[in-house]
């Protein structure tokens, strides 16, 4: 009785309930992101470890979903979606509650790879699952849709996680993630209907994927180690140079493979193109805000944590609102009005923040900051819907990882390259190029020079995030597969 009543209530709201398992894991993943960063300096306490070592419970997460996202999502093309997702959850689940009852940082950072391991099993077929589900005609609904859950991750996370840390301590926050995506993957298992063999998805690539991930580990590897050690460092020009011929080893494994992890044809399609280069600059130019932003906040302004929350908490709430309403309305106009129209928001806010200085009005942070997420969401949707309208639906799971890939690539290479041109202010006006040295007790001059640093470089953004509007304004040429 109770099956033909779920497989009745999955037949008439099919596309609604994967939404709903689906979203499900993409909001457990949000929300730990959000949620680790807040416990990082109790960990670091916990295991008496200083903050750049507890750090990379967040860096090594990011590096490694990273780095697998693509050639996972190339093997949900190939293996399956539902399998993909479900062994995903579970990955996760055992990573966090690894995590959580870790004894020593070693376990901690075995745990947080495993998370990251699953992650990117999750990230990009959980939102090839909801395109399947709404069908080509609503692609734009559909990632706006996703947007609600992302919003609400980010936005919940570091509330509720230090909420969670402040009364049972920071390793419930990690079983309370795992409880999340458990309770996803049951979802997914009950609801998601069984995977059916694709004829033409082709085989998989090992050594390209196995080219693919030590690229982007090392690169990324070599980019964290930017702000401790600089560019040209016996640490992170050989890392640097063995990322450049992993790079050249998977495009000359991609040409000659006849099934490659990602078909490099895509990018001769302008649209696909100039979508993912605006995505990147975009990315690159919001995370770089979450980051400086609070040293202002705090240094500046005198900001108690809770202060810099709520000026965040209303920015991704315009992420959450805006992202489904022009995701929506990109499928009835078509997506070009919404990119542009975000990125202008978006730069908007850039140039705002670029005023930032020591007397400015409390409410400045909040209008400089809202524009940049609410553009973001206005634009993210529809972009996504540009970009994916010229591939075939075979490699969705590919290209779906590779643009969540170029949006977490993103976020990890904006701390070096805005911490190396507000530090490069700072040096040329005859103080240490350090961000360490921005604090209440910071020597006479050292404030002025990190403001000034941060004007350079929100205005080197809102350059950024123009050059992504420009890109915008190619229409493109697509053939729409309607349902």
């Keep these: ?48 470890a200083d903050l750049p070592t507890a750090q990379w419970v967040a860096i090594s997460y990011l590096v490694v979903i990273s780095a697998l996202m693509l050639p996972l999502g190339r093997f949900s093309d190939i293996v399956g979606r539902k399998i993909v997702i479900v062994v995903g959850l579970f990955v996760f689940t055992l990573g966090g509650i690894i995590c959580a009852l870790s004894p020593e940082m070693f376990l901690l950072f075995a745990g947080r790879i495993l998370q990251g391991f699953g992650g990117a099993m999750i990230q990009g077929t959980s939102m090839v699952l909801i395109l399947d589900a709404f069908g080509q005609r609503q692609k734009g609904r559909s990632i706006g849709l996703v947007m609600i859950f992302v919003g609400l991750g980010n936005t919940t996370g570091p509330a509720i996680g230090g909420l969670i840390t402040g009364v049972l301590g920071w390793r419930a926050v990690f079983l309370v993630t795992s409880l999340i995506t458990l309770a996803s993957a049951f979802l997914a298992i009950i609801i998601l209907k069984p995977d059916s063999k694709r004829k033409d998805a082709g085989v998989f690539d090992w050594l390209g994927a196995l080219c693919f991930t030590n690229f982007l580990i090392t690169l990324l590897a070599s980019f964290t180690m930017v702000p401790s050690y600089g560019w040209t460092s016996v640490y992170t020009l050989p890392i640097l140079g063995l990322s450049i011929v992993l790079l050249t080893a998977f495009i000359t494994r991609s040409i000659k493979f006849d099934d490659p992890v990602l078909d490099l044809k895509n990018f001769c399609k302008p649209l696909f193109t100039t979508s993912i280069v605006a995505i990147l600059l975009c990315f690159l130019s919001m995370s770089s805000v979450w980051f400086l932003l609070p040293f202002y906040l705090k240094y500046v302004l005198g900001y108690t944590p809770q202060q810099i929350g709520m000026v965040f908490m209303p920015a991704a709430a315009g992420m959450a609102i805006a992202g489904p309403i022009s995701g929506r309305l990109s499928d009835k106009f ?26 400015s009005p409390r409410w400045l942070p909040i209008l400089g900051v809202l524009p940049i997420t609410t553009g973001m969401g206005i634009f993210y949707g529809p ?24 949006r977490n690539s ?53 350059i950024l995030v123009g050059i992504g509007t420009a890109l915008s304004l190619y229409k493109g040429k697509t053939a729409i597969i309607k349902n």
């Design 1 to 48: 009785m109770i099956i033909g009543y779920l497989d009745s209530l999955r037949k008439q709201h099919y596309k609604w309930l994967v939404l709903f398992s689906s979203a499900l894991s993409i909001f457990g993943t949000a929300f730990d992101r959000g949620s680790s960063n807040v416990i990082i300096p109790e960990i670091a306490q916990h295991f008496s």
């Design 410 to 462: 993103g976020n990890l290479i904006a701390v070096p390259i805005s911490t190396l041109i507000v530090t490069s202010v700072m040096s040329s006006q005859g103080h240490p190029p350090d961000l360490s040295a921005v604090t209440k007790h910071a020597t006479d001059g050292v404030i002025p020079s990190f403001i000034s640093g941060m004007h350079s470089t929100y205005i080197s953004l809102a």
């Design 383 to 406: 972009n996504n819907n540009a970009a994916l309208s010229v591939i075939e639906e075979k490699s969705y799971g590919a290209v779906v990882g590779f643009i969540n890939l170029v």
């Design 334 to 359: 078509g997506w070009r009005p919404f990119t542009i129209t975000g990125l202008m928001f978006a730069t908007s806010g850039l140039i705002a923040l670029s005023f930032l200085d020591e007397n």
